[in-house]
């Protein structure tokens, strides 16, 4: 039996794993990995290290109606390396799963821990149609 951790320590953890790595370039190998749900935390801590590497507004995760994943970041309009539909697909359960956020549409903060620091992330999660977006907001000073 797999043993369930608490997902929010386990992206706390991979974020100071990856904290000297170049997120992008391991973002983009992610959708390849055989365990997907590890991929998906993987890709949690990877989007928060970029954003606030790269003094990011937020990072955009999309998935529309036939599971295709789309990934923008707002500091100037950008894609960012797409994680894959079934990674995708985890990302969206992960953010629930740590955000307690439940039905259509929902807000919270997301307290995150990197190494000596704190960070304060603002996390939405929106559902229109078979649309699903979740959005990570960055603090100003990030």
């Known amino acids: 039996m797999k043993e369930k951790r608490n997902l929010h320590l386990k992206v706390q953890e991979l974020c100071d794993c990856y904290a000297t790595t170049d997120p992008l370039k391991e973002m983009s190998a992610l959708g ?70 439940e039905g259509d549409k929902g807000k919270t903060v997301l307290a995150l821990g990197m190494r000596n620091d704190s960070l304060e992330l603002k996390v939405k999660i929106k559902v229109k149609g078979e649309k699903e977006e979740v959005a990570i907001e960055f603090p100003k000073s990030a």
């Open 32 to 101: 390849q990995d055989k365990d997907k749900e590890e991929a998906a935390l993987k890709w949690l801590a990877l989007a928060a290290l970029h954003g606030v590497n790269h003094n990011a507004e937020d990072i955009t995760v999309s998935r529309n109606s036939k599971g295709l994943v789309t990934v923008v970041a707002r500091y100037r309009e950008t894609e960012l390396p797409s994680p894959g539909a079934e990674v995708g697909q985890k990302i969206m359960s992960a953010v629930r799963e740590i955000t307690h956020i």
